[in-house]
């Protein structure tokens, strides 16, 4: 297969927040990697929505339904 640079950097990404979602399932700390707060699983999220993953400054904002 042959990806672009871009394609890359999105895949990687994408399987950078699923591996970080997992952690916060098993009940891990995660750190934001851009404030260093951590990653807090939010399922109270809005009606409709399956809840996100988010730090305290919004920097790191993972919705729930990438997994
Ligand atoms: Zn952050």
Redesign the pocket.
Known sequence: MDFSQLNKARAKSFNDQKALLKKLSKGQTVL?T??N?PVLLDLTGAEGTKGSAH??????HIALDLM
Do not use: E, L
């Open positions: 934001c851009h404030c707060q730090c305290a400054k919004g920097c790191t």
